[in-house]
């Protein structure tokens, strides 16, 4: 064999740090190992992995090729290290998730987890449905949890769980009182929402076709707290997934607002990259995802 996993692991950290010196900071290796791990590599096959500019270095195409080949022989090197050293099942687990998601569903499944196997190492890192997905196609994290949608060739997309958003109001809002509101309704409001990428906010523009131009959107938060908080205030209307605003709408906090001419229906989602290594501890995970209780999307 003409390459080493070494060689294989330097070429996968610059690849995701995009450059030497953090690659090496990140493997705690000198910056010249480093590089001549990458030339030794690079060397061996008469091949270039990366364009180099300036000090960025970026994955041509050659690389690309290589990266997903490279993840997988690393990810089954790392996990047969571990069956060395009897402790496979530990496999250190990065799941990404967005942020309801992680809230009110992702957070039982890593109890459930943790409970069942004690003391495996594992991450749940919250961003939003793009964030996610960039995250997971640079094998920055096993596996993703997002409530928008995905389209890209190099995913596995697994539709998960149906949801739904509700739009919702202070009990003192002019609208509290009104049993349905329509398209009028919808524009005449001022609109607390996500931020751009988010899947809430990206379900939400779809659903608000043909009106969303004209619609009045003065505050975009990151929190479905915030969010919350702000409506509660009076300073507008707001729209999230249900599995928020349960709480608030058994207690009376909040109303619930009935738009029968607009979908709000949505799916979440699993995402993983399509050439990620199935180790055992993730697919322990994706065994509790697909037995997780589904009640409280219902309740």
């Known amino acids: 064999m003409d390459f080493t996993l070494r060689q294989l692991e330097v070429f996968l950290a610059i690849a995701k740090a995009g450059n030497l010196t953090r690659a090496a900071q990140r493997l705690q ?7 001549a791990a990458l030339k030794d590599l690079e ?3 008469d091949v270039l992995l990366f364009d180099r500019i300036g000090k960025r270095l970026h994955l041509n195409e050659q690389g690309n090729q290589l990266r997903p080949r490279a993840e997988s022989l690393m990810a089954q090197a790392y996990e047969l290290e571990q069956s060395l050293l009897r402790s496979g099942e530990f496999t250190r687990l990065n799941i990404g998730a967005t942020l309801t998601v992680a809230n009110y569903l ?3 499944i890593v109890s459930k987890y943790l409970e ?10 919250i961003y939003n449905t793009e964030q996610v997905v960039e995250r997971v196609l640079n094998y920055e994290l096993d596996m993703g949890m997002i409530e928008g949608e995905a389209h890209h060739p190099q995913l596995n997309i697994i539709p998960w769980r149906d949801d739904e958003l ?11 009182s009104k049993r349905t509101i329509n398209d009028e309704d919808l524009l005449n409001a001022e609109w607390i929402l996500r931020e751009q990428g988010s899947g809430t906010r990206q379900t939400f523009n779809r659903a608000m076709v043909g009106l969303l131009p004209k619609m009045k959107i003065p505050l975009e938060l990151r929190g479905t707290e915030a969010i919350k908080q702000a409506v509660r205030q009076n300073i507008g ?3 999230l997934s249900r599995l928020s605003l349960k709480e608030e709408f058994a207690r009376g906090d909040l109303v619930k607002l009935h738009a029968p001419n607009r979908n709000l229906d949505r799916k979440l989602y699993l995402i993983m990259h399509l050439r990620k290594h199935i ?3 993730l697919q322990n995970w994706l065994n509790l995802c697909e037995c997780a209780d589904p009640s409280p999307i219902g309740a």
């Open 166 to 176: 509700n739009l919702f109001c202070s009990p003192g809002h002019p609208l509290a």
């Open 279 to 281: 180790s055992e501890s």
């Open 29 to 35: 290796m000198s910056q010249s190992a480093a590089s």
């Open 237 to 239: 209307v707001g729209c």
């Open 106 to 108: 992702a957070i039982q």
């Open 116 to 125: 069942k196997y004690t003391g495996a190492p594992i991450s749940l890192e």
């Open 43 to 45: 060397t061996q096959f």
